[in-house]
């Protein structure tokens, strides 16, 4: 199983509507979840991050993390055109010692 | 202002060549990573480091070396044991989250 898990997509959806992004991980130690954006030819930005159980929001942007079912996602309420980039789930995995590891990652296209 | 810098932006690699990536942080981040990506690829993790004098290989370090003299450096050699170097390289220093470079694209002539 790999350590961090996210479908490909691509996701399509029209301008105003709600994208869903999900991601699963294996590491039950995880204490640390990021989604990043990633423009073509660009290095990625952070968009968030969690680290309890439950909801986090910031502007059009939530993110939902649920430890028991190993499983954080990222909505992104009434999409914009610009919102069309490749989204990249991050786990801090590890103790002291602790790397980041990423998903695939999952690209978004908004439709005006 | 703060953040990270890679240098170059483009790089071409003859084979049998060893290149050298440059990454510099003023963020005054412990930690620094290396990832690659590849066309259509999320980001594969090469090495990382959590402190000065210190680093650990990552899922792919077959073909690259670091190493880390000073908290602000973390330099990326591809070496010519590596066989399919073209991608592009990212380095990130962390700290509430991963703060990335620009990006290095490396190609092989």
């Known amino acids: 199983q790999k350590e961090v898990e996210q479908n490909s997509g691509p996701l399509s959806v029209p301008e105003g509507a709600i994208a869903s992004l999900n991601c699963t991980y294996s590491?039950?130690?995880?204490?640390?979840f990021f989604w990043y954006r990633q423009y073509s030819g660009k290095s990625p930005e952070l968009i968030m991050f969690?680290?309890?159980?439950g909801d986090k929001e910031d502007g059009r942007f939530t993110a939902q993390l649920n430890k028991a079912s190993q499983y954080v996602s990222l909505l992104i309420r009434d999409s914009q055109p610009s919102d069309s980039a490749t989204y990249l789930c991050?786990?801090?995995?590890?103790?002291?010692?602790?790397?980041?590891?990423f998903g695939k990652g999952t690209l978004l296209t908004v439709n005006p | 202002d703060g953040g990270i810098t890679q240098s170059p932006k483009y790089l071409f690699r003859k084979e049998g060549q060893n290149v050298t990536l440059s990454c510099e942080q003023n963020?005054?981040?412990?930690?620094m990573y290396w990832y690659r990506q590849d066309p259509g690829q999320g980001l594969r993790l090469i090495y990382y480091?959590?402190?000065?004098?210190?680093?650990q290989k990552g899922d792919i370090a077959e073909g690259y070396s670091v190493s880390r003299e000073k908290k602000e450096s973390f330099p990326l050699t591809v070496t010519s044991a590596q066989k399919n170097p073209t991608a592009f390289y990212l380095c990130?220093?962390?700290?509430?989250?991963?703060?990335f470079g620009q990006g290095t694209r490396l190609t092989v002539v």
């Open positions: 991050a786990v801090k995995i590890g103790g002291s010692n602790y790397k980041l590891t």
């Open positions: 590491d039950r130690g995880s204490q640390s």
């Open positions: 969690i680290y309890s159980n």
């Open positions: 963020l005054n981040h412990d930690a």
């Open positions: 480091s959590q402190i000065v004098n210190d680093f």
């Open positions: 990130a220093s962390m700290g509430r989250g991963a703060f």
